[in-house]
């Protein structure tokens, strides 16, 4: 019997162990089969069933999944660091979130992570100077995922953002590599200033449910901000702050916040 397309192109472990399991996932619940082959087996490549994910959670009448697909395409060829930011990030969701235990959900069940792969797109586009095209990206994103990240934002990969609900990134944040938020975080203004306006957050980042980091401030890398912050001024590397206004209350725990996960204030000043 003839292997599985996937089996036979050039190794790539991520898109083959998401193909793997695709099939078993079929076998198991028959009824996600047409879900699960057009979004995963019906694609030679981890791309192109990202393109077709993403194009197909923002079509709309006003804008076909056909149309959508094609800008995808185009984006994952002339920057394939899109593609290789999108592993690290599915990646990062597989290691972080302990509800993630297979490879294939990010990529079909996670808003969150489909949110950060469309703004990748949209921020794709504003740099190629198609501004009108990303904010019609940032307008459906907000809109499907409930995710609202500007797309002249930087951010970098390894980008973990669980539950994903109520999240806005302002146009002038910068966000660090391996850094992982939960719902409802801001990194927003202060006023109506329409210069460097929004946070800079270093690698490594953890920042709770709920924070809001506002202005044109630093957080240090491998910091944590606690769930419900709201954080005004600069946060030294490898801190833990909580409250309103946010304060230092001790050191981060450990050497990568971002990765464990571990959100309980244990030390205490």
Known sequence: ?????????EVDPVWN???????????????MGGLIHAGVLHHKSFEGALAYRISMKLS???????????????????????????????????????????FMKPLLFF?????????RLGHWLYRNNRQDLAYFIQMRTSEMFGV?????????QGIMIDHAHSIVVGETAVVGDNVSMLHSVTLGGTGKE??????????GVLIGAGAKVLGNIKVGHCSRIAAGSVVLEEVPPMKTVAGVPAKIVGEAGCSQPSITMDQILKTMI
């Open 1 to 9: 019997m003839a292997q599985p397309q996937h089996h036979l192109t």
């Open 17 to 31: 162990r998401i193909c793997d399991e695709a099939e078993a996932a079929i076998a198991k619940e028959p009824l």
């Open 60 to 102: 709309s009448p006003e804008m076909s999944e056909q149309i959508l697909r094609e800008i995808a395409d185009q984006a994952y060829v002339d920057a394939p660091e899109l593609v290789s930011a999108a592993r690290a990030d599915l990646v990062a969701t597989y290691d972080r979130d302990p509800a993630c235990h297979r």
């Open 148 to 156: 609202d990240i500007h797309p002249a934002a930087k951010i970098g």
């Open 194 to 203: 329409d210069d460097d306006r929004h946070p800079k957050i270093g690698d």
């Open 111 to 119: 808003k969150g992570f489909q949110a950060v792969q469309a703004y």
